[in-house]
């Protein structure tokens, strides 16, 4: 069963407009997320992240909401710009059986931003 | 160029093949991972090492060997794959396994024919 989704594969958005990427997740447990942004024939990036203690962290153009009593955070980009167009990947920190930190996926929302 | 190098990009191996895939990191990291990344599902982690040592290994079948000789290093050994283990492996690295940032290499797309 997965415990981080993200319900959109898609999105299109125009160039300059704002772009929200949603994911939601079932574990309580989790305390810190991050979303991470792949481009073709490339591993994914690092881009933002926000602890369970705070509701947003913002980074320039990209902005993450927390809302913890809803398990669903969100990632703002304002404004899009075509390069911003990639793979986008939730996740949460989890720990293994074995105590070590692991990060569990979501499937990833596919972002175009049109010119 | 994130630091983390893998070779090689793209692997076409039949079943009875032996071959491995292999990773190197340039960021001074103690800590490494596996993933594969299969088609329309999420990452999933496959081996966790931390100053060499396997700290997990996420109920992976044993035709996948891991291989860690040093912290810089991370080998993922291939033998009799099956055709559903064709997928993308994704190799990362972090400074250790508490920290949650993951650097992570561009992967290899493995075809088992």
């Known amino acids: 069963d997965q415990q981080v989704k993200q319900n959109s594969p898609s999105l299109s958005v125009q160039e300059g407009r704002i772009s929200i990427l949603n994911c939601d997740y079932t574990n309580s447990m989790f305390d810190y997320f991050l979303w991470y942004k792949k481009y073709p024939a490339e591993g994914p990036t690092f881009l933002i992240s926000i602890s369970s203690i705070k509701d947003k962290n913002e980074d320039g153009r990209f902005t993450v909401f927390l809302n913890k009593s809803a398990k669903h955070l969100s990632l703002h980009i304002v404004p899009s710009q075509p390069g911003d167009s990639a793979v986008y990947f939730c996740a949460a920190s989890d720990f293994t059986q074995g105590g070590s930190e692991k990060l569990v996926f979501g499937k990833g929302t596919k972002l175009t931003v049109n010119p | 160029e994130t630091g983390v190098t893998q070779t090689p990009r793209h692997l076409v191996m039949g079943m009875t093949n032996k071959k491995s895939l292999k990773c190197e990191q340039h960021l001074g990291h103690n800590a490494m991972y596996w993933y594969k990344q299969s088609a329309k599902k999420p990452l999933e982690l496959m081996f966790v090492?931390?100053?060499?040592?396997?700290?997990e290994n996420n109920s992976v079948p044993s035709r996948f060997s891991p291989e860690c000789p040093n912290s810089s290093h991370l080998f993922l050994h291939l033998h009799t794959l099956q055709p559903e283990d064709s997928a993308l492996y994704l190799c990362?690295?972090?400074?250790?396994?508490?920290?949650?940032?993951?650097?992570f290499g561009p992967g290899t797309r493995l075809t088992v024919t």
């Open positions: 090492y931390n100053f060499k040592e396997q700290t």
């Open positions: 990362a690295s972090s400074r250790g396994v508490g920290s949650e940032e993951q650097y």
